[in-house]
T-cell receptor
């Protein structure tokens, strides 16, 4: 069964304290792995798409990497405005458009 | 970037009434839109896939007669919660994918907070 597991559930960092969020996945053929940011009471905001193992993408303080079993979202020198829930999702190569979301990691960055 | 809007952002209705939520893709045409439901501190649960000009595909356990989906045009999908009950209170979010064959990311609307009293 296709599954996406994110860890940790919550992460508290001091401003400037770099860390990584993990997304482990099992899917029958990966079409794409996605990272989203969600602020409270709002819809998710698209961050990255990764398609194959070894791929990396960066945006400001965020860097996403992908292996055959997991993805990491590295946050370098975070700021309080990076506080949000980060969602990981996968779309499989077959079975239409369905995207499976993980439960998310709630990130808190303290000044 | 691709922009998706939702209306209303918040709605309060009485038990037994129906509520319609609109989802629009503002700067692209979307042949497929998605409706999700999200409970507090939980992830997104796909309810249905909305296809322009055809019937929606509902996920297992989602009552199609209760959650009516209409995708009448390439930029508009609507979700109608019929005979709403307090347990239908939730955060409903729609999304759409731009019509490119090589990318599959979804762009989400801002969500609609439904409260049934």
């Amino acid at each position: 069964e296709d599954q996406v597991t994110q860890s940790p559930e919550a992460l508290r960092l001091q401003e400037g304290e770099s860390s990584s969020l993990n997304c482990s996945y099992t899917v029958s053929g990966l079409r794409g792995l996605f990272w989203y940011r969600q602020d409270p009471g709002k819809g998710p905001e698209f961050l990255f798409t990764l398609y194959s193992a070894g791929e990396e993408k960066e945006k400001e303080r965020l860097k996403a990497t992908l292996t055959k079993k997991e993805s990491f979202l590295h946050i370098t020198a975070p700021k309080p405005e990076d506080s949000a829930t980060y969602l990981c999702a996968v779309r499989r190569a077959t079975g239409g458009f369905k995207t499976i979301f993980g439960a998310g990691t709630r990130l808190f960055v303290k000044a | 970037g691709a922009v998706v809007s939702q209306h209303p952002s918040r709605v309060i209705c009485k038990s037994g009434t129906s509520v319609k939520i609109e989802c629009r893709s503002l700067d692209f045409q979307a042949t497929t839109m998605f409706w999700y439901r999200q409970f507090p501190k939980q992830s997104l649960m796909l309810m249905a896939t909305s296809n322009e000009g055809s019937k929606a595909t509902y996920e297992q356990g989602v009552e199609k007669d209760k959650f009516l989906i209409n995708h009448a045009s390439l930029t508009l999908s609507t979700l109608t919660v019929t005979s709403a009950h307090p347990e239908d209170s939730s955060f409903y979010i729609c999304s759409a994918s731009p019509p490119r064959t090589y990318t599959y990311e979804q762009y989400f609307g801002p969500g609609t907070r439904l409260t049934v009293t």
